[in-house]
């Protein structure tokens, strides 16, 4: 479904703003591989770009790719601008740029629907999802084109069925440079975390698109070049359980027709180990990875922060049951916990060391708009208003105690060596438990080219340009010795970046939250 055509022909430049740099980005991933300059294509940019009226012309630019040009904002006849908090300063500068040609601006997406008071100089704000609001947006950009004497809010009220939902326009976005594909099933958390804004922003009930919708996306996501790895990008991948369940077997044909030409991956709830029918058809579906928000491994932070959910199933016996279906755990965690201690860091350290997760997104909390933790934070006049700080959360213990425990974490949990010994486990015990796709379509040419090119990369820019090159030929050896090419390049591409990633933000050049406001490197100025 997308909007009725209208009477008057417009030219919507959709424009995605650059990453700031983080750990969940992995910029230093891309120079090992063939091209890469972006982590995933926007789902939000690209739905709306397909929604246009078909008689509207979009274009669809990822600065992350390139630069809006002049030629570009002349072009166009309106703006559409969205992203997350950790790019406000680069979508005010898009505003800013678009203005500079007197054209109107509309922001949707993340970071507007939970602070529209971040965007003063927007034309047009549109909060919440796709639904009246965007047919209230395009209607009044079909009127009339020019700038509004004043911001204009539109707030989402009838949100449209996720089962009507068109195929991302994906054919506008280069998907070849992309890291990772992304394909999103549901919205919206049952559970209620305190520090968690996706109920707030998209409901408890999970809205669905059908299995047939996902099915032609992959299809569409392959035809317009995606390869590698497709991540699901739900909020909880079974906040559903009975869909979730509905909609493996449709992705296990998919698999087999195409050949497992992708891997997939997601997000999910620890109590996902309490579903072995749910895993076992993952595992067929060929499922790898799992990102499961473990926060803590102190089982009064995790009842403090309302996720008892993670207590359903000893948090060491879940990530091994995940493991024996043969997908990795990646973990979110969490310091600055009102629950921490002095003696939290190194308990963190013990439990890295014996769940053996390789990729840990270790962060200090930081409290976002239309959570419980925020309006907690309020009450307890505990919020700061500071970007200089690495997090806006009166914690506790001393805050320069919880920033020096993050940095000595990242610095210990990703020295080359012990990140590289984790990655040993994953391979003898996780890996060796997933299915073994057909070979003849994942050994084209093609696949053999980019495996090679990737693996020179690797060896010049890690085992010979690098300073860690003994750990490096350690590893790399036993995998060419035993025919593990695959796993060797899973295993450095990331590992590479985290290992970079982490020695930065030990020495105080990273921020410590995916999520905090603090520049380390202009990406681009403010308006």
Not at 309 to 327: A, K, Q
Not at 355 to 380: C, F, G, H, M, V
Request: hydrophobic share 40%; glycine share 6%; proline share 6%.
């Amino acid at each position: 479904m997308r909007a009725a055509n209208a009477d008057t022909v417009r030219r919507i430049l959709c424009v995605f703003p650059r990453y700031t740099p983080s750990f969940g980005s992995f910029e230093h991933a891309y120079p090992l591989t063939d091209g890469v300059r972006g982590f995933m294509p926007p789902q939000g940019l690209l739905l709306i770009a397909a929604y246009m009226p078909e008689n509207w012309s979009v274009r669809f630019i990822d600065e992350n790719m390139r630069p809006a040009t002049d030629e570009d904002f002349e072009w166009a006849e309106a703006v559409f601008v969205s992203g997350m908090h950790i790019q406000r300063r680069q979508m005010n500068d898009i505003c800013q740029r678009a203005h500079a040609f007197d054209l109107p601006v509309a922001i949707g997406g993340p970071s507007v629907s939970a602070c529209p008071d971040y965007y003063p100089s927007f034309d047009y704000l549109h909060v919440g999802e796709l639904g009246d609001a965007t047919d209230e947006l395009i209607a009044r950009l079909a009127r009339d084109c020019s700038r509004p004497a004043e911001q204009v809010v539109l707030k989402t009220a009838d949100r449209l069925d996720m089962a009507k939902f068109p195929l991302p326009a994906y054919e506008l976005a280069d998907l070849k440079h992309y890291f990772l594909g992304s394909i999103q099933y549901s919205s919206g958390c049952p559970y209620q975390c305190e520090f968690c804004d996706i109920p707030g922003l998209y409901g408890r009930n999970p809205r669905l698109k059908t299995p047939q919708q996902i099915t032609a996306e992959l299809d569409k996501l392959l035809e317009c070049g995606i390869r590698g790895s497709v991540y699901f990008v739900d909020d909880n991948f079974i906040g559903n359980r009975k869909a979730a369940l509905e909609l493996l077997p449709h992705l296990i044909e998919w698999q087999k027709k195409t050949g497992f030409v992708l891997r997939f991956s997601c997000e999910a709830t620890l109590n996902i180990a309490k579903r072995p029918e749910i895993l076992a058809g993952m595992r067929e579906a060929y499922f790898c990875t799992i990102f499961c928000g473990i926060e803590t491994p102190d089982p009064v932070a995790l009842k403090a922060m309302h996720k008892d959910h993670n207590m359903m199933v000893p948090i060491m016996e879940g990530i091994r049951t995940i493991n024996s279906y043969g997908m990795e755990v990646v973990s979110g965690i969490i310091l600055g916990l009102d629950t921490d201690k002095p003696e939290t860091e190194q308990h963190l350290m013990q439990f890295i060391e014996a769940s053996q997760i390789p990729l840990l997104t270790i962060n200090l909390l930081q409290a976002l708009p239309k959570t419980p933790l925020w309006d907690r934070l309020i009450r307890e006049n505990r919020l700061v208003e500071d970007e200089g700080r690495e997090s806006n959360v009166d914690f506790r213990m001393p805050y320069d105690d919880v920033v020096g425990a993050w940095r000595r974490c990242m610095g210990a949990a990703y020295e080359p060596a012990k990140l590289l010994q984790r990655y040993e486990f994953q391979i003898r015990e996780t890996y060796s438990k997933r299915i073994k796709p057909p070979s003849e379509k994942r050994a084209t040419w093609p696949h053999i080219r980019l495996g090679l090119i990737m693996l020179r990369n690797i060896f010049w820019r890690v085992g010979v340009l690098g300073d860690y090159k003994l750990e490096f030929w350690k590893f790399a050896l036993r995998r060419l010795a035993r025919g593990e090419i695959e796993h060797l390049i899973e295993a450095l591409t990331v590992g590479h970046h985290l290992i970079m990633f982490a020695r930065a933000a030990s020495a105080g050049r990273q921020n410590a939250s995916n999520y905090s406001m603090r520049l380390r490197e202009a990406s681009v100025p403010a308006e």
